[in-house]
């Protein structure tokens, strides 16, 4: 077994523990937008908090991936990783680097030394604890009602009535609920019957909503009318 496939073989370990979604190689579109969210700033807060780190990547900081290059590696299976992506998905794994993961993999243990991601991801929330979805404030429809243009994940909030938290902050805020509602969104789209527009941001892509869209949709499917797109609802509240 060449070196790098066990490594990419612990990636998927890691991602199958950590993520909860399966295996990544049978990962959809909004699967991997989110996970690649998620490894964004799991990567970033290492960088961030741990000093060694700091130092050895601050000529050469962590890129994030794209959706093309993790379905290269993880589904097609046509790329093993530049040094770059290897260093950043160690990171994730509570290694140094790439390098530190093959010195470890050659010692005796086979494991970290100390699961540097599982300790410091957890003593940031600890520190700073993401307030609970029940916590979120009621969605402001009267401003919304001026708002035309949404994440997608932002309306998954809103059709629940919660006011949607950061991009960063909804994975933790979300319920079943909410999260099945972005799932289904996403099959929506993937399935084109709901249009959307994708663009590329750092850390990965998402996709924005239109109300124009989003009523089209509700009608074509006969979906009761969330209380966003009510606009005869609120004129009579």
Not at 85 to 108: E, W
Not at 200 to 213: D, I, M, N, S, W
């Given at each position: 077994m060449e070196k790098w496939d066990q490594f990419w073989e612990d990636v998927v370990t890691t991602i199958e523990e950590q993520f909860g979604r399966g295996n990544p190689k049978e990962w959809e579109e909004s699967d991997i937008e989110d996970f690649l969210m998620h490894l964004n700033e799991v990567v970033n807060l290492r960088l961030e908090d741990e000093e060694l780190l700091k130092e050895a990547y601050e000529k050469n900081a962590w890129a994030p991936i794209s959706a093309i290059t993790f379905r290269n590696i993880f589904q097609y299976k046509k790329s093993k990783g530049n040094?770059?992506?290897?260093?950043?998905?160690?990171?994730?794994?509570?290694?140094?680097?790439?390098?530190?993961?093959?010195?470890?993999?050659?010692?005796?243990?086979?494991?970290p030394a100390v699961n540097h991601r599982t300790k410091r991801f957890k003593a940031a929330k600890d520190k700073e604890p993401i307030p609970v979805t029940v916590q979120l404030p009621n969605a402001d429809f009267e401003k919304e009602d001026k708002n035309n243009h949404w994440m997608l994940y932002e309306v998954a909030f809103l059709w629940h009535g919660k006011e949607p938290p950061s991009i960063q902050a909804h994975f933790y805020q979300m319920t079943r609920e909410i999260e099945q509602t972005k799932a289904n969104l996403h099959?929506?789209?993937?399935?084109?019957?709901?249009?959307?527009?994708?663009?590329?941001?750092?850390?990965?892509?998402?996709?924005?909503?239109?109300?124009?869209?989003?009523?089209?949709?509700?009608?074509q499917q006969d979906l009761d009318k969330p209380e966003f797109l009510n606009k005869e609802l609120r004129k009579k509240s």
């Open positions: 040094k770059t992506t290897r260093n950043g998905f160690a990171i994730y794994m509570g290694y140094q680097s790439a390098a530190d993961y093959l010195a470890v993999k050659r010692s005796s243990s086979g494991k099959k929506a789209v993937e399935l084109g019957f709901l249009e959307a527009e994708t663009k590329v941001l750092p850390g990965g892509f998402t996709r924005f909503l239109t109300r124009e869209a989003l009523e089209k949709f509700v009608e």
